[in-house]
């Protein structure tokens, strides 16, 4: 087996600049035969390392199409939003399209909601829920269901593949609502509220007109998104009114915000532009009242962040070196109160999301792009057990 970066051209990676242009420059080939998920785990550590990872890396499960966020239900089961497979469908001509990496091709039935039983065995939860690729030229990245959470026993969605500038015209990215008798429900259209509620410093390169929202999360009641190309973090109220509780472009221009987390205020997350700059990220303190300060630096493309009991922060880095995203470099680091940063687990192949479990321990999307462009099935959650 062979794995191999296609890079987009020069000109294309100058302008990569937002989420989907990550997405663009790591679109990965399995050359000769199919990877297989034991293949995808991190390398044995070289006995010549000194900062070897401490914590114990696992495969929980496997066959999930570009894995992003997840979340563990009130019933005991890991619930798990999958980008999906993309489609054929092209609204050119028909509405405005992405700069750089499209024009978009979708599918109005692409992406699902799966979960994963204590013992690891996989069951859908939802499918046929939208889904959508950049251009051939920059990988054909996908997205679909970029998010899930719970408020009480109700399940939330996160749609990030949707739109007319997606390929998906008759779906809005929106959050839904997934019904007792396994349907959707729309609660707020997140691609009206972007296009009526510009953000004050968008990136005109790789503009997206109906966002790609990446995260959400609950708290009091409400849901709480972060929009990355934008730049922005919102609330949506279970009615589907929507409100803007902070612009980031405002304050940090396009630094591409991703993930967000709650511990009395929110600890947002930044992707960063490219070529990647190790140690040039951040993480920003918000005020529930909208009031945005840097609280955390010296970090790398961050795409997941989660809270544990003893007032720790575990940040999920997606690659980490240098340059273009790179396999194998993607790792957790936490964040003690005191300020200290330590690796809890590092060689992880460009993971996508992560949340605690009600065993104390992580759970990973890992390899969440890259080869899933290509050959369906290759994602993963990870367990890492930590002290």
Not at 218 to 232: A, F, K, T
Not at 311 to 331: H, I, M, N, Q
Request: glycine share 12%.
């Amino acid at each position: 087996m062979r794995i191999r970066l296609q890079l987009t051209s020069s000109t294309t990676l100058a302008r990569a600049r937002g989420l989907a242009a990550m997405m663009a420059v790591v679109a990965l080939a399995a050359c000769d035969q199919p990877t297989q998920p034991s293949e995808l785990l991190p390398p044995a550590p070289s006995s010549s390392r000194v900062d070897a990872a401490p914590a114990a890396v696992s495969v929980f499960a496997s066959g999930f199409n570009n894995p992003r966020g997840l979340r563990f239900g009130p019933d005991g089961y890991l619930y798990v939003a999958e980008g999906g497979t993309g489609g054929t469908n092209s609204t050119i001509g028909r509405c405005d399209q992405v700069p750089s990496v499209g024009p978009y091709t979708g599918s109005r039935t692409g992406s699902r909601i799966s979960k994963i039983s204590p013992a690891g065995n996989v069951s859908t939860v939802i499918d046929h829920l939208p889904s959508s690729s950049t251009n051939m030229q920059s990988g054909q990245l996908t997205s679909g269901v970029a998010d899930v959470e719970f408020i009480g026993n109700r399940l939330y969605g996160l749609l990030s593949g949707a739109g007319c500038s997606h390929g998906v015209p008759s779906i809005p990215n929106q959050v839904f609502r997934v019904t007792r008798n396994g349907a959707w429900r729309t609660v707020a259209d997140l691609s009206r509220y972007y296009k009526h509620h510009p953000t004050l410093h968008p990136e005109p390169d790789d503009f997206e007109p109906d966002g790609t929202p990446y995260s959400m999360i609950g708290v009091r009641g409400d849901l709480y998104v972060v929009e990355p190309n934008h730049g922005s973090l919102d609330r949506v109220s279970l009615d589907g009114y929507i409100t803007r509780v902070v612009d980031i472009s405002a304050t940090f221009g396009h630094i591409v915000p991703t993930s967000v987390s709650y511990h009395g205020n929110f600890f947002i997350g930044n992707l960063g532009t490219f070529p990647v700059v190790p140690g040039s990220e951040q993480i920003i303190k918000v005020t529930r009242s909208g009031r945005a300060r840097t609280w955390a630096t010296g970090l790398t493309t961050v795409l997941g962040s989660v809270w544990d009991h003893r007032d720790r922060l575990y940040v999920l880095e997606s690659t980490t070196v240098a340059g273009d995203p790179t396999p194998f470099t993607g790792r957790i680091r936490r964040i003690d109160p005191s300020g200290r940063m330590t690796t809890i687990a590092d060689k992880l192949f460009l993971p996508s999301g992560m949340t605690l479990g009600p065993d104390g321990n992580l759970y990973v999307s890992n390899v969440g792009f890259g080869p899933l462009s290509v050959v369906a099935g290759q994602g993963q959650v990870l367990k890492v057990k930590i002290n």
